[in-house]
């Protein structure tokens, strides 16, 4: 029973080179995780998962030549230094989800169920503009400290648009074959809320 879920800011890709095509992708060594991953292989990067904290030191080492994550994150551990170029792709979000067994949740009084569920919603919207405010702030500080922002080449767009629809059908087909058959209603989901608050948020 999820009843606190938060997302992450969007994630970007970070490289210690300029790129101006698709060719120059290929075979960078990037830390990526999950969906970000699969986008990254499909655009020719060698994807690495790396712990958060090791992030830094092994761009410094050269042992990355890049990062796909949150400009919050990045800023944090000021990973410009070693990765001056971003291409502003994107590349997904994270996402972070409290819960309890329906079990238990059917064991609580009614009246902290619906203290639960009033200070949950609150949290998600607290928790977004968080997001979105703090993400402008840590770009804007990047930029300050020599990070240089670019958009992706047409060659570049071309190929990310696909390599999101490719890893969208693995994700789809990996849960369909461990039995999850709502995987695709969930999907399709997803991309009708992202087209209505895509629209809210341009007619503001």
């Given at each position: ?9 969007t ?10 095509s ?13 969906g ?19 992030i ?83 770009r804007?500080e ?63």
């Open positions: 029973m999820p009843f606190c879920t938060n997302g992450i800011a994630f970007q890709l970070l490289v210690n080179r300029e790129i101006t698709l060719d120059d992708l290929e075979g960078l060594k990037v830390r990526a995780n999950g970000s991953a699969d986008v990254a292989a499909s655009l020719g990067m060698v994807p690495v998962n790396v712990p958060v904290p090791e830094r030191t092994m761009l410094e080492q050269g042992a990355l030549d890049g990062v796909i994550s949150a400009y919050p994150l990045l800023n944090v551990q000021q990973v410009e230094e070693f990765a001056r170029f971003a291409v502003e792709l994107d590349f997904g979000a994270g996402g972070q989800s409290l819960g309890m067994s329906l079990s238990t949740w059917e064991a609580l009084p009614t009246d902290i169920q619906s203290i639960i569920s009033q200070v949950s919603d609150e949290s998600v919207a607290a928790m977004a503009s968080i997001y979105e405010s703090g993400m402008s702030v840590d804007d990047l930029v300050a400290r020599g990070l240089v922002i670019s958009q992706p080449p047409p060659d570049v767009y071309e190929a990310m648009t696909e390599a999101v629809v490719f890893a969208q059908e693995n994700w789809v087909t990996g849960l369909e074959a461990a039995g999850n058959g709502e995987a695709r209603a969930v999907l399709e989901e997803f991309k009708r809320l992202i087209e209505v608050y895509e629209t809210a948020d341009s007619s503001d």
